[in-house]
């Protein structure tokens, strides 16, 4: 596997980790928070918007883009990048957190899932092979194993037998990059009906994750941690949090696989999370991140500050001729008051949560700015108390 990660300085009082991800398209600091483009769209931002914001990658999911438009129509446009004009590094999760949450009758086996699909109830199936020819058509920088994400609560016995079939799923998608670049640099040339030279191309330069599982037992997150590492890939990833468990069983399945991952490799906690919990999370050693919140919850009328959320639906904010945040640099602060925004909220004005939608990814993307300024100056742990003691959800905030 590439050698693409530098461990750039670490905090002293915490595991927080100040690194840098080399990728084909671009260079990614880490901490880092990506935006979500679940459909090859982040929702109501175009991408020049998020080169704006000063995004480095975003993240595709293989499910939804498996199921529509479809692989054809991906390959027709070449990739995913040239589909969506997007020219910055996208990771690709492999569609099995999607599979398990949101298809219909799915039948889980050795050789893969057989599942309806949640649209139009078309039966399909995919292998960790087929994940990776998937990611392979899509050209993501960073693609990862099909999984299985167990939900909660669920049994030990059923968490370590998804433990273990994650480990074999995982093996599988390693062997299958290896297979295929093997191929690609014998013979250029070469073409199948199932890969094209342009997939061999992304085959070689894509970096693939592992992915630990084992639900909330300290044991077997250690197991799979220490199996997916054996396999030797790129980056690891946490997976199976934030399926509804509470948040301290949350953190402590983050701080039961750490451990067990290498150092000079990213970490990539999948699914997290608030802003408080991400600062957390950058603590225990994690350096990647991605979130639903800051766009879902900007279409509900609810915006993100440093002393918490604003669910600017309310009535309190008729009148106020401030910005969504004093000092805040987004479009929407720099141009509009809450009153205003309130109203397009109100009147279901469609530029109403585009703004809220632009001011809650700046403050991802600027928070996981700071943490890195901060770890850089040897200050994280100090600011990370201080940010969570000061922050306050006024609204509740569905994480799942």
């Not at 999607?98 to 039966?123: P, Y």
């Amino acid at each position: 596997m590439q050698r693409t990660f530098e461990l750039v300085s670490q905090d002293r009082e915490s595991k927080a980790r100040r690194g840098r991800l080399i990728i084909t398209d671009g260079i990614v600091e880490t901490p880092a928070f990506m935006p979500i483009g679940t459909q090859g769209s982040v929702k109501a931002v175009s991408p020049r918007e998020l080169r704006e914001l000063d995004a480095k990658i975003i993240l595709g999911n293989t499910y939804h883009l498996f199921v529509r438009p479809g692989l054809d129509v991906i390959k027709h446009f070449g990739s995913l990048h040239n589909f969506m004009s997007w020219d910055g590094p996208i990771l690709t999760d492999s569609g099995g957190y999607q599979i398990f949450s949101l298809a219909k009758l799915r039948k889980i086996t050795e050789e893969g899932v057989e599942f309806q699909n949640h649209i139009d109830g078309v039966r399909a199936f995919i292998s960790p092979e087929i994940a990776m020819e998937i990611q392979a058509a899509l050209g993501s920088n960073i693609a990862m194993v099909l999984d299985e994400c167990v939900p909660y609560p669920c049994e030990y016995d059923y968490a370590a037998k998804s433990a273990e079939l994650t480990a074999r799923w995982a093996k599988r998608c390693r062997e299958w990059k290896e297979e295929n670049a093997q191929r690609s640099t014998s013979n250029a040339q070469h073409r199948t009906e199932e890969t094209t030279v342009s997939q061999f191309s992304t085959i070689n330069s894509q970096l693939l994750f592992g992915i630990v599982q084992g639900g909330a037992f300290d044991n077997l997150r250690k197991q799979s941690a220490q199996a997916i590492v054996d396999l030797d890939f790129d980056g690891y990833a946490i997976g199976g949090v934030s399926v509804g468990e509470p948040e301290d069983e949350m953190m402590h399945a983050v701080e039961s696989a750490e451990p067990f991952l290498p150092k000079a490799k990213p970490r990539y906690a999948m699914g997290l999370g608030t802003p408080p919990q991400l600062l957390e999370m950058i603590a225990r050693g994690m350096d990647m991140f991605d979130c639903a919140l800051p766009t879902r919850l900007a279409r509900n009328g609810t915006a993100f500050t440093a002393t918490g959320t604003l669910n600017l639906k309310n009535a309190e904010f008729a009148l106020d001729k401030g910005p969504i945040e004093e000092r805040c640099e987004c479009y929407g602060c720099r141009e509009f008051s809450c009153g205003y925004i309130r109203h397009l909220i109100k009147a279901e004005e469609i530029l109403g949560l585009r703004l809220i939608t632009l001011h809650n990814l700046h403050f991802y993307l600027n928070l996981m700015n700071r943490a890195r300024a901060e770890i850089e100056r040897a200050t994280f742990d100090q600011f990370r108390k201080v940010f969570v003691a000061e922050y306050k959800t006024r609204d509740a905030i569905p994480i799942a």
